[in-house]
Structure formats: C-alpha cells, structure tokens
C-alpha cells in the first residue's frame, strides 16, 4: 500500500487504514513503538494492561449485571411544566 506523509503542526504524520487498525488491536491514541532503521521506520503497538485496552460496549456490562445492582425509579415528585412521561 502506499499513503502520503502529511505535515501536522510542527511534526509529520501518516495515515493508517482502519483495517490495519482493527487487525493490529488499535484505536486513536493507542500507544505505539517506533523504529528506525536504515531507510525503513517501523510501527508496533506496545502492549498495555487489560484496563487501559478498548472499552466494551454499555450492553456487555448490563448483560453482566445483577439485578440486585441496578439502580430503580427515583420519584422526584408531580411534573412541572409541559413533561409527558406516559
């Protein structure tokens, strides 16, 4: 594949497909390793803890949860104004 080197304020950057993104386990601002050597400049995730990993989706957690921990209803008292909650 070949891209572009683009100026990025006082630096250079390259821009790097999504697939090769989602292959390598990337996201924005993951943290990287880079090489230089010779002509060649190489780019490696560097392996971070489980915490600092991509989130997972709201749905994974609330599959996970016990009804015991759920928050409820709140009564706040009569509406005011125009609010229509039926």
């Keep these: ?3 572009r080197i ?3 304020g006082n ?3 390259v821009r790097i497909p999504k697939q090769f993104m989602v292959e390598m386990g990337l996201m924005a601002n993951s943290e990287v390793r880079l090489e ?3 002509t060649s ?3 490696e995730p560097v392996e ?3 915490k600092r990993r991509a989130r997972r989706p709201l749905s994974y957690y609330l599959d996970r ?3 015991t921990t759920r928050d409820h209803e709140i ?4 509406a005011r104004g125009r609010e229509d909650f039926d």
Excluded: E, H, L
């Design 1 to 3: 594949m070949t891209t």
């Design 6 to 8: 683009s100026k990025w």
């Design 11 to 13: 630096g250079f950057g």
């Design 36 to 38: 230089f050597s010779g």
């Design 41 to 43: 400049i190489t780019i």
């Design 48 to 50: 971070v803890s489980r």
């Design 65 to 67: 949860s016990r009804p």
């Design 75 to 78: 009564a706040t008292g009569p």
